[in-house]
């Protein structure tokens, strides 16, 4: 059974940095195509954050662009998000995805259960 465990949430002043990790068990990370980093705040729908692919790709949603930076270690099978010169709009739980793509079958998909990034004004 694969299971994914956030950590490395918290509360931080504005400006402030934390990192986020994703630990993997049940399924090597190299196997999943693509894992990803989303966020949802109180009252807002769950958004996506950030993208890794199996083959090193990134991409960022527009507003962390340039302020965080996602990674995974496959020797230590995890996902990290690093996340610089916080605002406190980054506020919300912070959810760790993964998704493994089967040949004409619906592609596996699971979640963390999240931790809480709070920036302070």
């Known amino acids: 059974q694969v299971q994914l465990v956030e950590s490395g949430g918290g509360l931080v002043q504005a400006g402030g940095s934390l990192r986020l990790s994703c630990a993997a068990s049940?399924?090597?990370?190299?196997?999943?195509?693509?894992m990803a980093w989303y966020r949802q705040a109180p009252g807002k729908q769950r958004e996506l954050v950030a993208t890794i692919t199996s083959g090193g790709s990134r991409d960022y949603a527009d507003s962390v662009k340039g302020r965080f930076t996602i990674s995974r270690d496959n020797t230590k099978n995890a996902m990290y998000l690093q996340m610089n010169s916080l605002k406190p709009e980054d506020t919300a739980a912070y959810y760790c995805?993964?998704?493994?793509?089967?040949?004409?079958?619906?592609?596996?998909?699971?979640w963390g259960q999240g931790t809480q990034v709070t920036v302070s004004s």
């Open positions: 049940g399924s090597i990370i190299f196997s999943f195509n693509t």
């Open positions: 995805n993964a998704v493994k793509y089967r040949p004409s079958l619906r592609p596996l998909d699971y």
